[in-house]
C-alpha cells in the first residue's frame, strides 16, 4: 500500500518549517520544492541570521534543489511556501523553471505583522518607479572600453556554453 503525499501536506510542511526557523533565529517563512518524482528540498528564510537578503525561503529551497540535483532547471517541480511570493522570489521560481507555485498566507497577511514588501511589488506596475530605485542604461563613449555586446557576442561562440 503506497501513501500518496497531497499538495495540503506540502503547504503545512512548509508552515511548520517556517514556525520552527523563526525559533531558529530565522524570519517566519518556509519552502518546499517537490519534483516530479516526489523528491523534496526545504527552504527557510535566513536573511537576518545570514545577513543576506537574498536568503528568503522560497530562493534558499530551489538553491538546495538545483545544488542536489546537479542542475538549474526544476521544470516539472512545484514550490510550496508559507507565503506568497515576493517578486524576487517569483522571478527565481521563474528563472528555474519551476511549473507551479502553491502559498498559504497571502502578501497582506504578512504585511499585517511587518512584511510588507508592497513597494517591491508596486514597482513593476509604477511608470514612476525610478523614485524608489533609479534604472538607467549608461552608453560607453570611450572608444577603448570593451562593447557592451562583447559578453554576448563571446557566449555565443563558446562551443562549451550550457543554454539557459
Not at 501513501?3 to 511548520?16: K, M
Not at 528564510?45 to 538546495?64: C, L, S, Y
Not at 526544476?74 to 502553491?102: H, K, Q
Request: charged residues 20%; negative net charge; proline residues 5%.
Amino acid at each position: 500500500m503506497s501513501i500518496t503525499v497531497t499538495a495540503e501536506q506540502f503547504l503545512a510542511r512548509s508552515i511548520r518549517l517556517a514556525t520552527a526557523n523563526v525559533l531558529n533565529s530565522g524570519g517566519p517563512f518556509g519552502a518546499m520544492i517537490v519534483t516530479a518524482d516526489g523528491k523534496t528540498f526545504d527552504g527557510v528564510n535566513r536573511v537576518t541570521a545570514d545577513n543576506d537578503p537574498t536568503a528568503h525561503a522560497e530562493v534558499t529551497a530551489i538553491r538546495t534543489a538545483c545544488r542536489e540535483l546537479g542542475t538549474f532547471d526544476l521544470s516539472g517541480s512545484v514550490l510550496y511556501t508559507s507565503c506568497e511570493p515576493c517578486p524576487m522570489c517569483l522571478a527565481s521560481a521563474l528563472w528555474a523553471r519551476v511549473d507551479r507555485v502553491v502559498f498559504a498566507a497571502g502578501r497582506h497577511d504578512a504585511a499585517a505583522v511587518g512584511f510588507d514588501d508592497a513597494v517591491f511589488y508596486e514597482f513593476f506596475e509604477n511608470q514612476d518607479r525610478d523614485a524608489l530605485l533609479p534604472v538607467s542604461q549608461l552608453v560607453l563613449e570611450d572608444p577603448s572600453a570593451p562593447a557592451p555586446l562583447e559578453p554576448f557576442t563571446t557566449w555565443n561562440t563558446l562551443e562549451s556554453r550550457i543554454d539557459y
